[in-house]
């Protein structure tokens, strides 16, 4: 069992995802990617750090996700530009780690990555409403308001495209999940045990 989770900035989406595995019995993956990466692969984690989901640039680059397999020979990467040679090389972890473990995977386009595994299940952890999505930024993290909402924007904008560099999709847009789930309708329990219930079902 795999469950993927992309989430707006302040939605509760890693939270919800670290409950999920509790509860679940299954392994989390968030910047333990990033960390068990800088190990094999012996790349300076900061630079890691630096690249991670927040790609800039507006165009799908094609041959990261279609021209080339994700298993071809790491040879085949030297002309690609730094950021571009860190996602093939934490898509072929995700690979990895999906075969490996049970888990909760968050973000990295890990829905797309994995979307011919018939064992994962995808959501998307989303919040019509700011303010619930600022009051927990600002409850958890000890940010004021401000700060907040400006983290919101620069994070989401970040991830959204990203997303879309890499996978040509939108993110968030429902052809990419299983579930899109309004987080502040159900509150973070509640979000929890719908997953919970769809992932019962499921399986």
């Known amino acids: 069992m795999v469950i993927t989770i992309g989430r707006e900035y302040g939605s509760g989406g890693k939270y919800i995802g670290e409950r999920l595995a509790k509860e679940l019995n299954l392994k989390f993956y968030d910047k333990e990617i990033l960390e068990r990466l800088s190990k094999e692969e012996h790349i300076d984690i900061e630079l890691l750090k630096k690249t991670d ?40 972890l995700i690979e990895k ?33 700011e303010k619930f999505k600022i009051k927990r930024k600002v409850e958890f993290d000890g940010i004021d308001e401000k700060k907040a909402v400006r983290m919101m924007q620069k994070k989401d904008k970040e991830r959204s495209s990203y997303y879309h560099y890499y996978t040509n999709e939108k993110w968030g847009a429902r052809t990419g999940y299983d ?4 987080s502040s309708k159900l509150g973070i329990d509640g979000t929890v045990n719908l997953i919970k219930q769809y992932v019962k079902v499921r399986h």
């Open 97 to 129: 780690i999906a075969k490996e473990d049970n888990c909760v995977i968050i973000g990295r386009c890990s829905n797309i990555i994995l979307k011919d595994n018939k064992n994962v299940v995808n959501v998307f952890i989303y919040s019509q409403d």
């Open 53 to 92: 989901e927040s790609n800039k640039n507006s165009f799908w680059y094609t041959l990261a996700m279609a021209s080339m397999s994700i298993s071809d020979s790491v040879n085949t990467l030297t002309d690609l530009p730094m950021s571009d040679k860190y996602f093939v090389s934490t898509s072929r």
């Open 179 to 182: 579930l899109l789930i309004d």
